[in-house]
Nanobody, 122 residues
Framework: QVRLAESGGGFVQEGGSLRLSCVAS????????MGWFRQTPGKGRELVAA????????YLADVVKGRFTISRDRGENTIYLQMNNLKSEDTAVYYC???????????????WGVGTQVTVSS
């Protein structure tokens, strides 16, 4: 059974930084695409960042480019989302996701963490 355990959310002022972690178990970590989605009340989950299997190619949504970085540590079965220069509009619940194929939208994702709240105060 796939299990994704997020940590690192919290409260920060605008301009601050947070690092989210997601520890994966129950899967062959190296062959999964891993990513971070976020969701605000009344809206669907949007893909923020993703990292491919194999070459660890990364994707970042335009709204976070230059501020967020996604990385993978195979020794720890963990992915990270380093978030710098946070803005109030980054406030959301952040979810870790894992799929054996490239992400095609939140509706197609089968493996989710429970989410971690990030609140950015202006």
């Amino acid at each position: 059974q796939v299990r994704l355990a997020e940590s690192g959310g919290g409260f920060v002022q605008e301009g601050g930084s947070l690092r989210l972690s997601c520890v994966a178990s129950g899967l062959i970590f190296d062959i999964y695409y891993m990513g971070w989605f976020r969701q605000t009340p009344g809206k669907g989950r949007e893909l923020v960042a993703a990292i491919s299997r194999g070459l660890d190619e990364t994707y970042l949504a335009d709204v976070v480019k230059g501020r967020f970085t996604i990385s993978r540590d195979r020794g720890e079965n963990t992915i990270y989302l380093q978030m710098n220069n946070l803005k109030s509009e980054d406030t959301a619940v952040y979810y870790c996701a894992a799929e054996a194929a490239a992400f095609r939208g939140a509706a197609a994702v089968k493996n989710w963490g429970v989410g971690t709240q990030v609140t950015v105060s202006s």
